[in-house]
């Protein structure tokens, strides 16, 4: 984004408008121009030092939610220095600035309130959602990442406080694959709770009501999709966090009219599909031999097993044969055919067997090479459950994804524990590396953020019209490139993080090729995609006003 001269700030607005504000780093000729004299301590510093002196008060927290609440608080007043240290200290700063520590932010979103982020588009706004989304300071919208709060993480409906996920993914659009913050745009449906706890939480900052359901809720959501395409034609909607009936029909409903995707549908599935690849370079199998249990069948859990029936239909499998490798249990048991209360998403997938509800007797029962954990159930992966797969396979991939942490369904150093270290494990939350016998093994993070902001920033690089699952396929391919040897020798099936803003441009590169061989792309074709998407990334520097 260009800063025209007739729209700069000066003086207090210009120290209070984050984009713009370098706060003591602004030199002596801009203080001059910009009506900034007096108004700062006379010292001037470089970007560098503020890193510093951020780092050393980021370093006296002593809880994660303090420095959530210290990062939220510098993002609120200069942009460019949160970027530089996010970007510079991704290890350390994603665990704060999204899951895990995002899920406890937003369980107390209205007692840690400072400012305002992002839009609230709340169901009084019924016939006038456009008004509301002109009210956004920024025309140039690139993503505009939405909930409406009902299934946050694994922590159910949040209401209004929901709006910490909006607000820290395209953090991570930003901090990850180099989006403008100007062309970022988070935003809270707010239709009402049916938390209890909340509404009866005097500090609660949403619209105290239960949720719009039926057709009130499908009107409320058209209309505000047709709002974005009036107020941002062209941005990237991605659905976030809703509730699995709703972000199921929603997808169904706009993916093929507009530009949109569901991460916890799609995003998951590219990143658990690339780390079923990596696990598979670990154990030596083949893609088309693998049989999948899904503990789980929610819209994660189909999500990824769509994907990866598509990537066994690639392999060479036909279709019903790669849907008869995927096995599923719910809250009630194995997902089989004579059960006569499955939803429509989990039908395609009943098995003809027997019914049964036990976990372990499942494992022993389908004997699957892969057992993915997205039930929201923590530690349901029992030492019983484990050492089962430990016996069926002699390196079983255990796949832990419930986030945030507590709710994992196992640890890392459970899985390797009660597997003789045998197991190739990845987890939706961090776990520390575990040394065991001598050898350390580092579990990978199945983080959607290796994912979604590199498809967000390939279907910019094409002015892409849609987002298609050969897009997500793309880029589960193209991460499971970029996990060095070394990473998988320690049995990790992720690339280090630090390389995250690399394999973010290399995502792109594959999402925007998907887009132009597929008659998807608006944008003339560039001779050389990485340089043009590298050109469009941006980077937290400060640039001089004057
Ligand atoms: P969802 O509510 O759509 O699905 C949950 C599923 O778990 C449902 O099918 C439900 O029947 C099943 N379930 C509930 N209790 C169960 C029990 N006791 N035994 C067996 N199954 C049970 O939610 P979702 O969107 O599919 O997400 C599920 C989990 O996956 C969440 O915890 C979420 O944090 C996690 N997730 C992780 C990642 C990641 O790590 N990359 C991404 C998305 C979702």
């Avoid at 949160?82 to 899951?99: A, C, G, K, S």
């Avoid at 009936?245 to 530009?259: G, K, Q, V």
């Avoid at 887009?515 to 980077?539: C, I, N, Q, W």
Wanted: net charge negative; glycine share 8%; hydrophobic share 40%.
């Amino acid at each position: 984004m260009t800063i025209e001269p007739d729209d700069m700030p000066t003086g207090v607005d210009l120290l209070h408008d984050p984009l713009r504000n370098k706060g003591t780093a602004f030199s002596a000729t801009e203080r001059d121009a910009l009506a900034l004299r007096g108004l700062l301590p006379p010292r001037i510093f470089t970007l560098d030092d503020q890193v510093d002196r951020a780092l050393e008060m980021y370093g006296h927290k002593t809880t994660d939610i303090e420095k959530y609440i210290f990062l939220i608080s510098l993002q609120d007043r200069n942009e460019t220095l949160f970027y530089r240290l996010v970007v510079d200290h991704v290890v350390e700063m994603l665990p704060i600035i999204y899951t895990p520590t995002v899920g406890d932010a937003c369980q107390a979103y209205g007692h840690i309130f400072r400012r305002p982020r992002g839009l609230y588009v709340t169901a009084n706004d019924c016939g006038r959602m456009r008004d509301v989304l002109r009210n956004w300071r920024a025309r140039e919208v690139q993503v505009i990442v939405v909930t409406d709060g009902e299934r946050i993480l694994g922590l159910g409906d949040l209401g209004a406080y929901g709006m910490g996920i909006p607000v820290g993914k395209l953090s991570l659009y930003t901090a990850l694959a180099g989006i403008h913050p100007a062309e970022c745009l988070p935003v809270m449906l707010d239709v009402g709770t049916d938390n209890e706890t909340l509404l009866d939480d005097p500090l609660y900052t949403g619209l105290m009501q239960h949720r719009l359901r039926g057709e009130a809720y499908a009107e409320f959501i058209d209309e505000f999709v047709m709002a974005c395409q009036d107020a941002f034609p062209g941005a990237l909607i991605q659905f976030e966090d809703f509730a699995t009936r709703n972000a199921i029909t929603l997808l169904e409903r706009y993916r093929d009219t507009i530009l949109c995707f569901n991460d916890d549908i799609q995003g998951t599935a590219a990143v658990t599909l690339a780390g079923v690849v990596a696990g598979l370079r670990i154990t030596g199998q083949a893609l088309t031999d693998q049989r999948l249990l899904f503990y789980g069948a929610g819209a994660a859990a189909t999500g990824i097993a769509d994907l990866i029936v598509c990537a066994m239909v690639h392999a060479g499998l036909d279709r019903e044969t790669a849907r008869r490798r995927c096995w599923f249990i719910d809250s009630k048991g194995l997902v089989v055919a004579s059960r006569n209360d499955l939803a429509p998403h989990k039908r395609p997938y009943a098995q003809e067997e027997e019914f049964i509800t036990d976990l372990a007797a499942s494992v022993a029962r389908v004997r699957p090479t892969a057992l993915i954990g997205v039930s929201g159930q923590p530690r349901t992966f029992t030492e019983a459950v484990v050492t089962e797969m430990g016996q069926v396979n002699e390196r079983p991939l255990i796949f832990a994804l419930s986030n945030p942490t507590k709710k994992a369904e196992c640890s890392a150093e459970e899985a390797y524990r009660w597997t003789g270290g045998r197991a190739v494990f990845a987890s939706g939350s961090p776990f520390p590396a575990v040394t065991l016998d001598g050898k350390r093994l580092t579990p990978g993070q199945g983080n959607n953020a290796y994912i979604f902001p590199g498809v967000g920033l390939g279907t910019i690089a094409a002015k892409a019209t849609r987002v298609t699952d050969e897009m997500f396929y793309a880029a589960a391919n193209t991460l499971c490139e970029q996990v060095p040897d070394e990473m998988l020798e320690q049995g990790s099936v992720y690339p280090p993080l630090t390389s995250i803003r690399e394999v973010s441009a290399r995502i792109a590169v594959a999402v925007a090729e998907q887009a132009f061989s597929s008659g998807l792309a608006t944008a003339p074709k560039p001779d050389d995609m990485l340089a043009h998407v590298r050109s469009l990334m941006y980077e937290p520097v400060y640039r001089s006003y004057i």
